[in-house]
């Protein structure tokens, strides 16, 4: 990012304007309530509908949530939501999610329906730490196979981030400064602790024009806890309890985004811009004794990342001939270069800086849709395509690739598919409608795939609700699935080209019932059961043992999974209570390729709640979030040779509890939240999966799961005009 980028947004941040739109304390009279139970959806549905109306089970995070956990990107919110679990990943400074189990290979993440450019694909295994949620109108979420809608990879579901494209007022313009401490690390304006500004301006020109652009720094300086940051000089062996570097690695982000929308009668288009940049610092925790002429220096070898991603997507909605068309274009590049380099911690000087591009992929992506074939109320029939054409590039410095049996040799690879699906609504009754849908997939790299769907809802008396699914998806390998070349005296791990995708089958059934009260009470119960089967499943195996051990990426390992799950959501005055509890079942037969794990199931337990109360004297909103996440188990091969076998391992339960107050002043322009994260105090969760973490190798060691209890404080100073 250069210097006057930079300069620029921080010098506005610190003004103290930003251009959310003015955000009001909950309205709780009767009528809000119902329209929040009435939320209208946009994913996987032909036309955006209400939540009652959608055959799908649509999970709901409104912006009001977004504030008032004072998330600003993505992993800052979804910790807190149940069959769903961000995987922080320290050492890399990176977040991904997982849903019902499956990694974040087998869920898609999207933008205003577009899936995200990541480091191994499109819309999967997304750093959740690099999405901003400054712009958010909500978050949908879908659980389940979405193959028939959303294409390769959805198996789990998707999470699909609905961005704003239309203000209240004609001027809408708002700064944010938020200052957030990292465990007990904090120092204001220093290098310790989380130090954001955003800048956000939207203007409606005229009934047709809107335009809006926004800004947003996010300084995360690292979390040492039992280490010693940078410039730390303990000589090695001596004090292993305090090494060298950061627990939690430092790392400073910029993103800046710009929308123009035009509407006009049936026709809306919008275009819509972002770019986001990361430096990313490893500082490594092996320090040397140079020599240089008559003084001895501390040396370490010491790495820099800089990501550079840029997001186009022009989206047009209108009708024609009566058709109703949704067209998206999108283009995508994410390019990451690394900068190897000596750093001498006494004089804090760098020598023998090397630059390298270390991994890169561009995206050109469109889709669209037909529908309103009949002009009719009772039944519709959508069409659809789906054009993918991906580009990769890893170098040799991320990760040894096998390109045509060579090793150590950088890799570029295309990769492409050409979809078309179909989905029929119908409205058998007024209260009775089903939903049947087909994609077919041509695939450049595998054979051709499908998906598959049928979804039914049936409403009753009274408020009740049933739902029911069945989806068919798929998912492809990764890069790294494919060519990974990894050989060293210890070590020797190939991709397989020849990989087929994994193939799953999911189920659904739910039921619901919403009541309403002539006090106004609001009460809405919901309860669900799914069952999810993954064949083909892609894993590492032993394909020979001599010369050495040898592992190999083959479709061999099955998944199944089961799921109960009961939500619950009370609304009164000025208080709302949700809460939810969820039992899944997990089996995953493993095949190493000389042994086969046991393929009984193994349980999880989860339960969250979240409360919100509001004071409208004070102009005040208390809010708290609480999830356990119960104890976790899975086999893990125990690495013997002499005696291999697969060993039944877990990880401990643990709890995650945030609070915050939210308070307007001065006619709700500026609105104060303050709040801490982790209460709990979670840092390290005890496990005895291998500390490497790899399926090969089993030991004791503790995972870190977080940094601590912090705490926040967020000001932010709206301007409507």
Do not use: C
């Not at 959508?382 to 991906?390: A, C, H, I, L």
């Not at 040894?400 to 295309?414: H, M, T, Y």
């Not at 009460?523 to 083909?536: G, M, Q």
């Amino acid at each position: 990012m250069q210097q006057y980028t930079k300069a620029f947004i921080s010098i506005f941040s610190l003004i103290g304007f930003s251009s959310v739109a003015q955000q009001t304390v909950t309205d709780t009279t009767k009528t809000s309530k119902v329209n929040q139970l009435e939320e209208v959806v946009v994913t996987g549905q032909i036309e955006p509908q209400s939540i009652k109306k959608s055959v799908f089970n649509v999970r709901v995070i409104s912006a009001q949530d977004i504030q008032r956990q004072a998330g600003n990107n993505l992993a800052d919110v979804l910790n807190q939501y149940l069959n769903i679990t961000v995987s922080p990943n320290s050492s890399a400074g990176r977040s991904t999610v997982s849903m019902f189990g499956l990694d974040s290979n087998y869920l898609k993440v999207l933008v205003d329906n577009v899936p995200l450019v990541s480091d191994t694909g499109l819309g999967n295994n997304v750093d959740l730490t690099q999405i901003n949620l400054d712009d958010v109108e909500q978050i949908e979420i879908i659980e389940g196979a979405m193959g028939v809608t959303h294409g390769a990879n959805a198996v789990g579901g998707i999470i699909n981030i609905i961005t704003k494209k239309s203000a209240k007022h004609k001027w809408e313009i708002s700064a944010t400064v938020q200052e957030e401490s990292i465990g007990d690390e904090y120092a204001l304006l220093k290098d310790k602790g989380r130090h954001i500004q955003a800048l956000r301006l939207g203007h409606t020109i005229n009934d047709n024009w809107f335009v809006s652009v926004g800004a947003n720094r996010n300084d995360f300086t690292g979390f040492t806890d039992e280490r010693g940051g940078r410039d730390f000089t303990a000589y090695e062996g001596i004090d292993l309890e305090h090494q060298r570097g950061y627990s939690w690695i430092p790392k400073e982000q910029y993103f800046t985004n710009a929308l123009v929308r035009y509407q006009k009668n049936n026709l809306r288009i919008f275009y819509k811009f972002d770019y986001f940049n990361e430096a990313l610092d490893f500082f490594n925790p092996i320090v040397k004794n140079e020599l240089v002429g008559l003084d001895t220096y501390r040396v370490s070898n010491d790495r820099r990342y800089d990501t550079n991603k840029f997001y186009h997507h022009l989206n047009a909605v209108g009708k024609v001939f009566n058709f109703n068309y949704n067209v998206s274009l999108s283009h995508q590049k994410q390019k990451r270069d690394a900068e190897d380099f000596k750093y001498y911690i006494q004089t804090g000087e760098e020598a023998q800086n090397k630059k390298y591009t270390y991994q890169e992929t561009e995206v050109l992506y469109s889709t669209g849709t037909l529908s309103n074939f009949f002009d009719n109320k009772k039944m519709d029939l959508q069409v659809g395509y789906e054009f993918v054409n991906t580009n990769g590039y890893s170098s040799s410095l991320s990760g040894n690739f096998n390109g045509g049996n060579q090793e150590g040799v950088s890799l570029k690879k295309r990769l492409e598919n050409y979809d078309v699906f179909t989905a029929l609504e119908m409205s058998v009754t007024d209260r009775f409608s089903i939903r049947p849908g087909f994609r077919y997939s041509f695939q450049s790299k595998f054979e051709d795939q499908w998906a598959a769907s049928l979804g039914l809802r049936q409403l009753f008396n009274n408020g009740y609700e049933a739902r029911a699914s069945y989806g068919r998806s798929y998912r492809t390998p990764t890069y790294d699935e494919l060519y990974t070349y990894f050989v060293d005296s210890n070590h020797n791990l190939q991709g397989n080209a020849n990989l087929t995708p994994e193939s799953a089958h999911s189920f659904e059934l739910s039921a619901k019932k919403q009541t309403f009260f002539d006090s106004g009470l609001q009460l809405s119960n919901t309860i669900s059961a799914s069952y999810l089967n993954v064949a083909d499943r892609i894993e590492q195996a032993v394909v020979a043992v001599v010369p050495s051990l040898q592992y190999k990426y083959i479709n061999i390992n099955k998944y199944q999974m089961w799921d109960v799950s009961s939500t619950h959501q009370l609304t009164y005055k000025n208080l709302q209570v949700k809460a939810g509890v969820s039992f899944m079942g997990i089996s995953r037969q493993l095949n190493s390729g000389v042994i086969v794990s046991d393929d009984k199931f193994l349980y999880n337990f989860q339960f969250n709640t979240n409360i919100a109360y509001s004071v409208p004297q004070w102009n005040t909103v208390f809010s708290a979030y609480y999830k356990f996440n119960g104890r976790q188990q899975q086999f893990v091969e125990d690495g013997s040779l002499n005696d291999p076998k697969y060993i039944l391992q877990e990880i401990e339960s643990f709890g995650l509890l945030d609070a915050s107050a939210k308070k307007s002043f001065f006619n709700k322009r500026l609105d104060a939240t303050i709040g801490a994260r982790n209460i709990l105090d979670v840092i390290n969760i005890r496990s005895s999966v291998a500390s490497g973490g790899g399926a090969h190798s089993a030991g004791t060691t503790n995972m870190l799961m977080g940094y601590g209890r912090s705490y926040f404080l967020k000001l932010t100073y709206n301007l409507n005009l």
